[in-house]
């Protein structure tokens, strides 16, 4: 698996453009914003075959240019979860929220926890990750060790949750189950915002993480 990293929108999110290196076949993980910038990208590599665009979560610096990237490429929406339809249907809330130009969003697909979806020859697993939103999902590609980890952990912090429908301790519940759980702790973190990680680093020196710490 190949990627690139298009960071968009007032809050730098972290799009991802990732690709199976054999089939080219291409998913576009959330695009928040700026489509002319991921158009741009994309069309310097014109040999990739874009396939879907895959969701974590339905805040509108993750979905903003979702909706106009699928009829441009003509390709299907999936995720998030049906969990995050709050947010999905108040986009205008959103809008005041975050202060983001309001998009139209209709995905084809919610996905469910432990679903497997493919990019060419490689698959991603879906796990379920409540707390930053009520329906949160990661990525997990478990062949190169990289877990696209959405709005729930970052490079020494985790997802917010002083949002409506947040939940610290769901959030928690999430990191233990869904990643701090994974077999290797060799495993790379791309997270929805800022900089690339590990799950060894976090363990080792996320503030947020010192429950698990203290346990090992
Ligand atoms: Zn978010
Ligand atoms: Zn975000």
Redesign the pocket.
């Known amino acids: 698996m190949n990627y690139i990293i298009i960071p968009v929108t007032n809050?730098s999110?972290n799009c991802y453009i990732i690709w199976c290196k054999k089939t080219l076949h291409t998913a576009i993980i959330d695009p928040g914003g700026e489509y002319k910038k991921i158009i741009n990208v994309l069309a310097k590599n014109k040999n990739l075959h874009i396939k879907k665009i895959l969701i974590t979560h339905g805040?509108l610096?993750?979905i903003g240019a979702a909706y106009i990237l699928s009829k441009i490429y003509k390709v299907p929406i999936l995720g998030p979860h049906k969990k995050d339809i709050f947010w999905i249907k108040n986009i205008k809330l959103q809008k005041e929220i975050f202060q983001l130009p309001e998009c139209i969003f209709k995905n084809n697909i919610w996905l469910e926890h432990n679903q497997i979806i493919f990019v060419g020859n490689f698959f991603l697993k879906i796990y379920h990750s409540p707390g930053h939103t009520p329906g949160h999902i990661i990525f997990f590609n478990k062949l190169n060790n990289i877990l696209f980890s959405g709005?729930i952990i970052f490079k020494g912090s985790i997802g917010r949750t002083d949002l409506p429908k947040s939940n610290y301790n769901d959030l928690l519940n999430s990191i233990k189950n869904n990643i701090l759980s994974l077999s290797s702790n060799n495993i790379t973190i791309l997270p929805?915002?800022g900089k690339i990680t590990n799950i060894y680093q976090e363990i080792l020196s996320n503030p947020f993480l010192k429950f698990y710490k203290n346990k090992i």
């Open positions: 809050f999110q805040h610096d993750h709005d929805g915002h």
